[in-house]
């Protein structure tokens, strides 16, 4: 009776789950991938630095690119605090915010996170996971970005 | 009768338990105790995959609040067990329906609450994010985890609830009902929940929020339902029975025995429900030109008693006209 009840559900939908409500992945694949960056360097990992007149560097900058290059989407980059950049994020102006997250952050409420793809300590020893922000409910992309990211060898 | 007569036998206060009572007690007891070891299982499972579901959130509480009924029956069983003292007169019988009160209340506020929260995150369009998980070195989508472990968990608390349903008819046992009947409606919030999910993975957001909603509304109604039968009786409703469905008949048969002895005239009782046990006070008018003594009412009290065992503290007092003042309706023949 359960499986009766959600069997037809399941399969009609079962290739493209989950889906975007907002269609993010479509738009990004083959399109423009924005991305909000704030920076975020210090004594654990240059996570991203932002030099002006340069691409923004550091390892959130190269999985951005490596992603990005792996839906054949160009990377638009926007600057900002990362007040500003939720903000765009929420209403649909970016596609993803990195600048050094951890999966503590208090802006859960606001925005998505990617599963952690690397833990660090900080000076007080505690264990950081570094994590992405995506947009709420887009979780498709949020799956491919997971996919892309785990498969990923990073070393801490 | 004396209480403490055997060591083999159960009590609830005074009263010793027949043997196919005290038989469904101790299944009673070992359900419950599977009930709550099924529900750990359960709330440890659904935390692993709780995520950012609403609908997943509310399944998860509404199985925390699952606790409540057995813990309460077990304590229950365990404290009516006490005879009667000079502190407490009528016995220890009170405490079910104190229990089964708390965890009314629990349900209520609970349910209230998710009800409320659900309805928000309708309202400001909250669309929940449900990413990837870890799972043997592949990432999967976590929705999958979600939709199998409420779909696992769906099916077992419906046969636990039939069998302790049984038990409680037997039992005359108003937490063991309402903890059965909940149970028996788990199905609805798991498939709810798995549906849910099922809904964000095609992409519709609001899915979430709608099956949290229908979970709360469940929560809240059991809540609802269960503080109507809990305060009823601890107001000292007239008896009915297990399932509050209709009068309990008991009523009708120490009745019917007291007015076919010889000597009574009239008679006419009042039952409180004290949980398992009933508290009987019988008003006798005696035939006209007999003269009862009190061998004669000791007698009618013992026969009364060895109609079911759910009578056991039953006073009879001699009148000479039933008297209104305790017995409403006694004049208009009462309703039924």
Redesign the interface.
């Known amino acids: ?3 009766l ?2 069997a037809p ?2 399969a009609g ?1 079962g290739a ?6 907002n269609g993010t992945l479509q738009e990004i694949t083959g399109g423009t991938l924005q991305v909000g960056v704030t920076a975020a360097a210090g004594e654990e990992g240059d996570w991203v630095q932002l030099q002006p007149g340069a691409e923004p560097a550091g390892i959130e900058p190269d999985l951005v690119r490596g992603f990005a290059a792996s839906r054949e989407a160009t990377v638009e980059w926007t600057g900002g605090t990362e007040h500003e950049l939720v903000d765009d994020l929420e209403h649909g102006e970016l596609d993803l915010v990195i600048g050094g997250f951890g999966a503590d952050t208090p802006w859960t409420k606001h925005a ?4 952690p793809y690397m833990e660090t300590k900080d000076e007080r020893g505690k264990t950081v996971k570094h994590v992405m922000l ?7 992309f ?2 491919a970005l ?2 892309y990211l ?2 990923q060898e990073l070393q801490s | 009768m004396s209480p403490g007569s055997s060591t083999q036998a159960v009590h609830f206060g005074n009263t010793r338990l027949p043997e196919e009572q005290r038989e469904t007690l101790r299944k009673a007891k070992k359900l419950e105790w599977i009930t709550i070891a099924f529900l750990a299982v359960t709330v440890a499972l659904v935390y692993l995959v709780l995520g950012n579901s609403q609908a997943m959130k509310a399944a998860w509480i509404e199985d925390m609040l699952s606790f409540l009924p057995p813990i309460a029956f077990l304590v229950a069983a365990r404290v009516i067990r006490k005879p009667p003292t000079e502190q407490h007169p009528y016995g220890y019988h009170r405490a079910i329906g104190i229990a089964h009160l708390v965890a009314a209340v629990a349900l209520l506020v609970m349910g209230t609450y998710l009800l409320v929260d659900s309805a928000l995150g309708l309202i400001t369009a909250e669309h929940p994010t449900i990413g990837g998980v870890e799972l043997f070195g592949r990432t999967i989508w976590l929705g999958w985890l979600m939709i199998g472990v409420m779909l696992l968990i769906a099916a077992p608390p419906v046969f636990i609830g039939r069998a302790k349903m049984k038990l409680a008819e037997k039992l005359h046992d108003k937490v063991l009902y309402a903890d059965a009947d909940m149970n028996k409606a788990d199905w609805m919030t798991a498939v709810a929940a798995a549906v849910g999910v099922a809904g964000i993975g095609i992409g519709w957001w609001w899915a979430d929020s709608v099956a949290a909603l229908v979970i709360s509304a469940s929560i809240a109604n059991d809540g609802v339902k269960n503080l109507r039968g809990a305060v009823s009786d601890l107001m000292d409703a007239r008896a009915r029975t297990y399932d509050n469905a209709r009068p309990h008949p008991l009523l009708g048969r120490i009745d019917d025995f007291l007015n076919a002895t010889g000597w009574v005239g009239e008679a006419k009782s009042r039952i409180r429900d004290e949980g398992h046990v009933f508290h009987v006070e019988s008003f006798v008018v005696p035939r006209e030109g007999s003269t009862p003594t009190a061998e004669d009412l000791e007698h009618l009290r013992e026969d009364c008693v060895d109609l079911d065992w759910k009578i056991q503290d039953l006073v009879i007092v001699l009148v000479p006209e039933l008297p209104e003042e305790f017995l409403p309706g006694v004049e208009t023949g009462g309703e039924d």
Do not use: H, I, Y
């Open positions: 009776m359960v499986m009840a959600v559900l399941l939908c493209s789950m989950p889906a975007d409500p998505g996170m990617t599963l995506t947009p709420l409910g887009e979780n498709a949020l799956l997971d996919k785990q498969a």
